[in-house]
C-alpha cells in the first residue's frame, strides 16, 4: 500500500521533482499573470502547445501552489486557472487535495484527493481514472491516482488529469 509522505524535506523533494517533470515537459516559457480565488502573481508559465497545457509553481508558506490550464497563455495577459494541485509544505492536511505517496519500492506517486468545488463525492461520482489506496497517517484512504513521478509520460498523465477535473466539473453543474 502506498505511504502519504509527510516530511517537510521529502515533500520538498517530491515537490522539485514535479516542477522538474513539468518544466522539461513544457518547454516554452510566456510571463503572464496567473490568477486565482486568493489574487494574481506573475510568472513565466511553462507551455507546450502539443498538449495545450501550462503549469505554474509558487511555494507559499503553507503549500506548494501548482496551477495548470488549457487555454494557450499570451505573453503580459492574465491567465486563467483550470486546476489547482497543491501540496502542504510539511505534515498531512486533509484540506490541501494533492498528495505525495510512496510505495515500498520508493517510487513516488502524485495522488488527488478529490476535494474540487463540488465536493468529494461529486469528484468520486464523476472520475474515471485510476483510484488507488494510501495510508494516510494511520488511516487508509481512497485517492486519484494522477501519475508516478518517475513516468516520462508524467506530464500528459497531468494534462489528462486537468482534463477529467473540467469535464467532473462541467458535469456537477
Known amino acids: 500500500m502506498l505511504t502519504v509522505i509527510s516530511s517537510a524535506a521529502d515533500i520538498s523533494n ?8 513539468l518544466q522539461t515537459a513544457l518547454p516554452q516559457r510566456i510571463a503572464c499573470t496567473v490568477g486565482g480565488a486568493g489574487g494574481g502573481f506573475e510568472a513565466d508559465v511553462a507551455y507546450d502547445d502539443t498538449l495545450g497545457l501550462w503549469f505554474a509553481g509558487q511555494s507559499q508558506d503553507t503549500k506548494h501552489f501548482n496551477g495548470f490550464g488549457t487555454d494557450t497563455p499570451v505573453a503580459g495577459k492574465k491567465v486563467s486557472l483550470a486546476a489547482e494541485i497543491n501540496f502542504p509544505v510539511q505534515g498531512i492536511s486533509r484540506a490541501i487535495s494533492g498528495v505525495f505517496a510512496q ?3 520508493g517510487r513516488i506517486a502524485v495522488l488527488h484527493r478529490g476535494k474540487i468545488r463540488g465536493g468529494k463525492a461529486i469528484f468520486f461520482q464523476h472520475y474515471q481514472g485510476e483510484r488507488v489506496e494510501a495510508d494516510d497517517g494511520g488511516k487508509p484512504d481512497t485517492f486519484a491516482l494522477i501519475g508516478w513521478l518517475d513516468d516520462p509520460a508524467f506530464a500528459r498523465r497531468m494534462n489528462d488529469f486537468v482534463r477529467e477535473i473540467l469535464r467532473i466539473k462541467a458535469a456537477a453543474k
Open 103 to 105: 510505495d515500498e519500492n
Open 14 to 21: 517530491a515537490q522539485k521533482a514535479l516542477v522538474h517533470q
